[in-house]
Every structure is written in C-alpha cells, then in structure tokens.
C-alpha cells in the first residue's frame, strides 16, 4: 500500500531521504504516547552541509530554503519514529527554529516559513503548527539553520 504521505510528497518532487544519523551523543527521535519528538535536524542537501550565517553571506530566500531542507529532514525521521508508516501522523504540534545570523537581522520567521510553509504544502491541515523563529549567534558546523519538531501520531 502506497503512503498518502509519500504520494503527495511525490507531486511535490520530493522523496524522503533516510532519517539522518545523529551527530552526537543523543537520539534522534523520541515517542512517548502519542507524541514524537524530533531532535533538532539541520540544514543540508545532496551537496552536504548548508553553512553561512543569514544577514551577512546568505539572503532571506537562502535561508528559507535551508529551512525547508530542515522539514524535509523531520519528516525522514518522523518516518523512522512511525516504523515506516508516515501515515500515522495526525498532525505536526511544533517547530522550533534556530536561525544562524548576525545581531541586526530580524527576519528568522521569514527564514523558518521555509519550513512551515512546506509542511502545510505537503500536509495540508494537517501540517499547520505552533512554531518559534529564534536568532542564534552561531549553529553547530556552522549550518544556517536548525529545526526541532514535536508531532502528533496515531
């Protein structure tokens, strides 16, 4: 049976990738009832790691796409968390974001709405969250952004 989930996320041109391995000494997913927590995933793509610090090398619309890369990442693990069942999702509850930029940038929600803005695209309501955009000074391997999730499953 194919997953509605992974269908959509087809149409969208995007396949999950398999759930990244942790970078340290921590789990990347926890699921306690009902609910899973999602360690916070990092921006990258096929060429690795995206690094630069918004407000000084990266744009807005740079920014938000590594955000959405971060989604893209929560989803994966969600997958993992779900034993490959995506479909037992009911909703996305939380995104926390990290944003690495300097002290005078202010658009970190412009920059999480990469992600945000994808899980709706890819979701529906299902998708629509509570969420907080925050400023770091520096994030780790000097990514440009870091996303945490809490979702509700089946």
């Known amino acids: 049976m194919t997953s509605q989930i992974e269908?959509?996320?087809?149409?969208?041109?995007?396949?999950?990738?398999?759930a990244p391995a942790p970078a340290a000494n921590y789990v990347p997913f926890v699921v306690t009832g009902n609910t899973v927590y999602v360690s916070g995933q990092i921006s990258s793509n096929a060429d690795g790691m995206?690094?630069?610090?918004?407000g000084d090398t990266l744009s807005t619309a740079d920014g938000a796409a590594a955000a959405k890369t971060c989604a893209i990442s929560l989803l994966a693990q969600l997958k993992?968390?779900?034993?490959?069942?995506?479909?037992?999702?009911?909703?996305?509850?939380?995104?926390?974001?990290?944003?690495?930029?300097?002290?005078?940038?202010?658009?970190?929600?412009?920059v999480i709405n990469g992600a945000s803005d994808f899980m709706v695209e890819a979701l529906g309501d299902k998708g629509r969250h509570a969420r907080s955009a925050?400023?770091?000074?520096?994030?780790p391997f000097?990514?440009?952004?870091e996303i945490e999730g809490i979702f509700e499953i089946s």
């Open 7 to 18: 269908t959509r996320l087809a149409t969208l041109g995007i396949t999950l990738p398999e």
């Open 50 to 54: 995206i690094t630069g610090k918004l």
């Open 80 to 110: 993992a968390a779900c034993g490959g069942d995506i479909d037992r999702l009911v909703r996305v509850v939380k995104l926390v974001g990290f944003v690495n930029s300097t002290a005078d940038y202010g658009e970190q929600p412009a």
């Open 134 to 139: 925050l400023s770091a000074a520096s994030l």
């Open 142 to 145: 000097g990514v440009a952004v």
